[in-house]
């Protein structure tokens, strides 16, 4: 389990990844930080594209650079999402995930300051 030092850097880092998503359409900027069992945390941000189902979740993104760079095995994850309450990843970030891990740990922050813990097999049982 994450000392509270990593969750807080792992929150900062999903805030930092939101800033860099491409959303002019949706305007739900999204960001996501998974910490992996090697220490290092990768980010992802929602990318979004004028034929909509070729959209990419903050979630997906940050998972398939982790994967492009040989990670597999993941411990924790956290989700900022713009808005008052958190928001929990969509489905097939769910299923995406759950290829590589039976549980992960995860944290959902809103923009507003809620925060949210929960976990994969509680969001996908
Ligand atoms: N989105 C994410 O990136 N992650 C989520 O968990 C929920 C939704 C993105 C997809 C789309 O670009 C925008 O948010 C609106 O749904």
């Given at each position: ?81 713009p808005g ?26 809103s923009s507003a ?13």
């Amino acid at each position: 389990m994450p000392s509270k030092a990593i969750w807080k850097e792992l929150e900062a880092a999903a805030v930092k990844a939101s800033q860099r998503a491409y959303a002019p359409y949706s305007e739900f900027q999204v960001g996501a930080a998974l910490l992996t069992d090697k220490g290092t945390i990768i980010r992802g941000c929602n990318v979004e594209n004028a034929s909509f189902g070729l959209c990419l979740c903050a979630e997906r993104n940050a998972l398939t650079t982790a994967i492009a760079r040989g990670n597999h095995k993941f411990i924790a994850l956290a989700v900022a999402t713009p808005g008052q309450d958190p928001a929990p990843p969509c489905g097939l970030c769910l299923q995406m995930l759950a290829e590589f891990c039976t549980d992960l740990e995860i944290l959902l922050v809103s923009s507003a300051g809620k925060k949210e813990r929960t976990r994969l097999a509680t969001l996908l049982p």
